[in-house]
């Protein structure tokens, strides 16, 4: 369904502004690419994946979706995210179906930024993620929320953003190892940590610390772009 920003502008590719495409083959060239191995400078301890760099129709769909209300732009960067998956199994980088369920695990956005955005487009593009890639069972659990007190990251330092994530990630629905087991309850799955930019990896580091902490092993992180 398109949105009324959809129908009040004219229909242009999100990607490159082309006229009468939401997103254009060219463009969906450009995302459906095997994934690169990317170190940001907070690594989060796992490994870590992109689409390739913040420049061109990932930025572009980034922020199209993100901060001008494009929502249907979503739906190609989940399909990218799906093929990612794929391009990453058939490297031997993570398991394959057969081994277990897939579960993508959204880094966290600030509840604020989320509210005024309709939404988490992070999720969104997960979930699509998860459709493209039926009948396989892939979960897609909110298991981490930013807690209040974290600020917009946007101009902050490395070590800056460590600060201002550190702490205020928090994991829901994951029961601690001491209690329940989260350890032998996730280890038919292959977890994948997901986002749409990595800038310095503080959020990811932080997410991946969290998950940690319950006994959550983590196959790797991937990521739209790599800033």
């Known amino acids: ?14 990607g490159c502004g ?22 940001p400078r907070v690594h989060p301890g796992v490994p870590c994946w992109a689409l390739g760099t913040y420049s061109g129709p990932r930025r572009s769909a980034v922020i199209a979706v993100k901060e001008r209300g494009r929502r249907s ?10 093929v990612a998956v794929g391009h990453l199994r058939e490297a031997g980088e993570i398991d394959p179906p057969e081994l ?23 999720l969104r593009c997960a979930r699509i993620a998860a459709e493209e890639l039926a009948p396989e069972r892939v979960l897609v659990p909110e298991l981490l929320r930013m807690s209040g ?8 330092s490395a070590g800056q953003r460590q600060h201002n994530v550190a702490g205020r990630i928090e994991a829901v629905g994951v029961r601690s190892p001491r209690v329940g087991g989260a350890a032998s ?5 292959t977890v994948l940590l997901i986002d749409d930019v990595v800038t310095t990896g503080a959020t990811l580091a932080e997410s991946a610390r969290v998950l940690s902490d319950f006994g959550v092993p983590i196959a790797g992180a991937l990521v739209v772009a790599s800033a």
């Open 149 to 156: 007190g974290a600020k917009d990251s946007v101009g902050l």
């Open 1 to 14: 369904m398109r949105t009324l920003l959809d129908l009040v502008l004219p229909l242009e590719c999100a």
């Open 73 to 82: 732009v979503a739906r190609p960067l989940g399909r990218a995210l799906a």
């Open 18 to 39: 082309v006229p009468g495409e939401n997103w254009c083959r060219a463009c969906g060239e450009a995302l459906f690419v095997p994934p690169i191995p990317v170190r």
């Open 185 to 189: 309850q996730a280890a038919a799955f």
């Open 100 to 122: 277990g369920s897939l579960i993508l695990v959204c880094a966290p956005s600030r509840a604020r930024a989320a509210r005024a955005r309709g939404g988490d487009p992070v």
